[in-house]
RNA sequence: GCCAAGGUGGCAGAGUGGUCUUACGCGGUCGCCUGCAGAGCGACUACACGCCGGUUCGAAUCCGGCCCUUGGCUCCA
């Protein structure tokens, strides 16, 4: 068991070892609280989600710390709208609550903290004050500037070369002694101008021109900058360098190009070892984003595709590559998600039955399960393969069906393997919950269909198939899906 | 302009030196099964890999050039 993972530092495929072998300090460069979630997020929130996951499958203790930026221009742009809130902090404090609200029904793994900004001024303060003491920062009116020349290693990530970047055209960092030096804190309030321009013409503000909020600091009041709240915060909740940096692609520069700058600057040791993007989730032929307001909200798909065909639909494309939004993508996960699922039932229904015996044994059916925990780790280990880790478990519901399909009695310890293969991998490596939809809450609208059924099935006893016919049909466009098989009668909603 | 990722069958999407891979899935056709349908199983859906060169016994896979797409260089997962 290797895993191996592409490290955009250096481009290639890693072997991954962790500072310390039994544990792996995971950072994911997390949201910025201005606007409800996507499904560009949800898409890299379950690809880290199962990273996280097939770390800990691994054997791994895992350290998952996710910062949530609750101090953001964007922020303080929506101040007065609606009822998002009357402050910079009542705005965030909503959206974040909408945020990991979201997180929970995708199903995602809790991570072990989500550090805010606002709860971190202090370390932050610390750290710019560090810089500026190291001589990689300096403060001008109030404001300081991370100095990228007296970084000899910055661009390590990005490729880029200092005199390539293009220079910004605003006239008001002209305090900047490199048009690349970028701001560690910013004196005073927020910038208006930059409120204004996040400001949509088509919304009603109660408030005109909100302030955001500031703190006192040795170099007087002001806000933090961006790509600070990151190195400050990963340091406060993990102690010995991050293992596993994790965002999205459209992060790499310059936001983790300067953290590396600034925490490397700052510490003098290396600030991640493996930096893993995942690739942009697109909308047509762009990115899926809420500043060109092409997006469809986590809270609008969840209920419309359900979490389990949501997380297959992103589960089908590799971390690191871009996927499309597409209805008919989604459909085919649904699709997916219906055969693994009824493979599963088939499973804990005949391993249940009296068919089911310890004295069977069907050497296909174990071989097809040994091949398929044996390809889906390997797939998994190759940079998390998570496409054809999908394709190993559809073997495995190919190989339930062949086996109850071609016997008339079953194989119980193969099926109860095949079972803990589905659960292991299927729900606790990809996160599927293949138990949830159906059991425990009959209601009466269940028992009302079983009352149908129970008619439908007379009827078809005495040979009456019209009759029984239309009992389907109509039970059809209701949005109940009847299907007969050996066992007897069984319907889907 | 600079940096990065990518261009594979009707769709979607793995593979990354050689007939066991045109994987897996969706869609479509046919067969088995079924009272019928669905599900399931099996077969098929012209040996596809942006273009042009090169290396090699052999390239989708390596190298070079070009075209195109997306992302970054400004807030952004």
Known sequence: MTLRVLNTLSGELELFEPADPERVLLYYCGLTVSDFAHLGHARTWVHVDVIHRWLEQSGYDVRHVENITDVNEKIVARVGEDDLGDSERAVATGFTEQLLSDMRAL??????????VTEHIPEIIDLVETLIETDHAYEVNGSVYFDVHSFDEYGKLSNQRLDAVEPQEDGDRSEKRDPADFALWKAGGVDADAVTD?????????????????WDSPWGEGRPGWHIECSAM??????????????????VFPHHENEIAQSEAATGERFARYWLHADLFQMDDEKMSSSLG???????????????PLRLFFLSASYNSTQTYSEAAIHEAEERWE?????????????????????????????????SRESFAAAMDEDFNTREALTALSALASAVNTHVDGHDAYDYRGLRRTIETFETFGADVLGLDFTGDTEGTATVADELIELVLDVRADERAAGNYDRADRLRDRLDALGITVQDTDDGTSYRR
Do not use: C, W
């Open 107 to 116: 199903n995602l793994k809790r991570a072990e903290v989500y550090p805010r």
């Open 198 to 214: 996040h400001r949509r013409a088509d919304r009603e503000y109660a408030v005109e021109t909100p302030s955001g909020e500031t």
């Open 234 to 251: 990963s340091m406060a909740h993990l102690d010995t360098g991050i293992d596993i940096h994790m965002g999205g692609r459209d992060l």
């Open 294 to 308: 092409n997006f469809v909200p986590v809270t609008d798909a969840v209920p419309r595709f359900g979490v389990n």
């Open 339 to 371: 055969g693994l699922q009824s493979a599963y039932r088939r499973a804990s229904e005949t391993a249940d039955s009296a068919a089911a015996r310890t004295t069977v044994t069907d050497d296909a059916l174990r071989a097809s399960v040994a091949d």
